[in-house]
């Protein structure tokens, strides 16, 4: 027991203590344990006593916190394994080269923007794990990186030649780059843009530690099923303290826990500042995680202060030191670091004369140059070493740093470091000197790269260090060996043919889900996704079946143990059930999407959720995971305003295919019927397992049970183009000349339908009607034939799918359940008249048909809608729209208040 944590509990027991001499004698008795058994013996006794004092008549609680010193000991320290002067001279280089990457980008294009101090801040923690920890190989570790410190990653890749000169002249070039044969590089970490690079995209703050979460524990899920052995790998997360915000940062903190992921380590660089100002100017950020991480589970690594302090804390018998530090709040620690040593030998050890005697021995010099925990390579190696020696736990390091370390005057702990992207040749010459950088004045106020020979020392350690850790880092692997898909007929012919049964297309899917599950390939790479809707969409079945993964597998009798759909959580269960956290869910979904990159191993995840806490509540996610190039299916269920009668507002989903519309790789559909959407899981398939294209689907799925009818022979190829022809409402003498065309999609295409047998029942009028599966592919194509008859006016115009569908002038009218942007997103696309109805406003909660009588989507709105667009067109007299108006009782008064 070290005199420090004897003194801190001194000082905050100091005038407490009713009984000092009882109190000197535990203590004193405590010691000599510890000296003569050892610190388990010192464990197992004050487990016992603190049981005993648990007792509700006692009714002790644990104070939370320790001081604010380093959780590892000096003598508790591996030797250093490394050449700490190359590394220390490497991580010099690194910092240069980055900033150097920032400056010019900046001195040549003011508008391009980068940062500084993020990386000056992390680099060490950065070089550590890169000399010593992170693996590549085989056996890769998944390393996240702080987003914008990036040019830090990438001036190691300079170093170690996977870069070039030219590509850390071009950074965030991406575009003119090309034009010069180099490669641009992204501001941040983006797979989509550096696909041989970057794995993981972290450039919204949040996202990343989330994700890391579910990555270590995706690895545990392969492992426990049998198909991949990842023991020997890790997930490394460094992330910003500023970013422990975001509630995504927190909000799986204790499923890490409870997993017992003890393949993860976050590095929480603890600059105490974000962009603003500082993260906790009143208080203390590294004492607030600590306490929250250890009330999660986490193992809590605080990497204070560095070697230099050692010294000082053998000789501060006082205990003065740990008092000061546990007063001092974060705003004042950034002053420190911003101020030089004359300051904080006046102000920081000026506080206590017992401090003022501690510093007696150091230079103003010296002072200034005592290291925070996180810029001291031997403390961070034995922090880091700490973390992956934890077994049955994920690992916090909280490491302090000073944000801008080095910028000096240009930006050390200055408050507005965070957007320092200028410097002038002073602080560049200041910086050179202050890392003894091999640069000439000139070279220096030029923002020369730093590049030594290869046979230098430097580089020789360097590539030296990163073969032992298996090759280097990041690197992304694009394809995975092709995972043949069953015959379409094997588990989804009775969707095909389904002939007239009544079915829902959710538990259509789930029966193909069923199928896929029992083939001997594909089924075992299968990964149904639920967060806690199992049920509501008829998936209960599937739990005894192929079990839900828990780590523990079982440790109770289920209350329905006798029925066949009993609830069962097995170590190689397959479903994962995240509970109600759709950022969880969407987070394994991801794990599980970019399996085919991140492990070689493709799999196939099936998400299924209330479509409307999908891109609504976790869009972001989504965004990511179409960065990170995921493959997978996202069903929205329940999907459409109408036809999830009851629930309303908040739960009626109309805008979500749009969103998906915005997603590049994203292929958005909505069926309506089972066998269109058997074709899509077919063709979305064989997309991304066989011929390994970066895209993911969104595909709706709806709750309503209605009669489906087998597919039209020959439609397969456009229904996955977006739109295919369902029927022609022929009449024998029709009143409006050429058929008008109706277009409908998801459920909405059943009331188009009914309207068209009622345009020709009652007025005569002749349709075609189109089964519109996907306004958003249909659209893509669509911009593609414009551009390229746009950019070759000399060649063969082309025509898009659905020009040549709608061609002519007869009227187009659209009903959706989605708002009216959605079919919207063909308008232009041909030439005729195009009339959209759709689901736009709030929902309400009331019945199927009140809802699409409300929203004017019904068979009736849609006649009326096609009787106006043929008046409109000169094709019919007007008169005919007031009689449908009056034959079906049509409210033209009606609350239009859903267009608020
Ligand atoms: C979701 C999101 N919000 C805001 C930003 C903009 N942003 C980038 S870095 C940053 C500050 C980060 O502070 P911190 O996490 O403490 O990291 P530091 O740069 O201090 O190391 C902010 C607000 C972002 N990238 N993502």
Redesign the pocket.
Known sequence: MSDLFIQHHLDLSAGLDSDPQESAEWRDSLRAVLHAAGPARVRELMDMLSALARDPSVAWQPARGTPYVNSISPSQQPEFPGDLAIEERLASLMRWNALAMVVRANQAYGELGG?I??YA??ADLFEVGFNHFFRAGDQADLVLF????APGVYARAFLEGRLSESDVAHYRQEIGARATGARGLSS?PHPWLMPDFWQFPT?????GPISSIYHARFMHYLQHRGLLDTKARRVWGV????????PESMSALTLAAREKLDNLTWVV?C?L????GP?RGNGRIIDELEALFAGAGWRVIKLVWGSDWDGLFARDITGALARVFSQTVDGQFQTFAAKDGRYNREHFFGQDPALAALAQGLSDEQIDRLKRGGHDLVKIHAAYHAAAHTVGQPTVILAQTK?GYGMGDAGQGRMTT?QQKKLERTDLLAFRNRFNLPLTDEQAAALEFVKPADDSPEMRYLHARRAALGGTLPSRRRQADALPVPPLAQYGEFALKAAGKEMSTTMAFVRMLGGLLKDKTLGPRVVPIVADEARTFGMANLFKQIGIYSFSGQNYEPEDIGSLMSYREATNGQILEEGISEAGALSSWTAAATSYSVHGLPMMPFYIYYSMFGFQRVG?LIWAAADQRARGFLLGATAGRTTLGGEGLQHQDGSSLVQAAQIPNCRAYDPCFAGEFAVILDHGMRQMLEDQRDVFYYVTLMNENYAQPSLPAGAEQDVIRGMYRWADMAVDKPVAGAPVRLLGSGTILREVIAAAELLRDDWQIASEVWSATSFSELAREAREVERFNRLHPDQPQRQSHVGRCLAGDAPVVAASDYVRAWPQLIAGSFDAPFTVLGTDGFGRSDTRAALRSFFEVNRHHVVLATLDALARAGRIDRSLCAQAIQRYGIDTEADASWNC
Not at 239 to 246: L, R, S, T, V, W
Not at 273 to 276: G, I, W
């Open positions: 940062h101090a993020s801040s992390a702080q987003p914008h410190s941040y450039g919204s703050m949040g996202l992330f910003g303290d500023g970013e422990m915000d975001e660089n600059n500042q974000r962009l603003d993260v944000k965070h972001d």
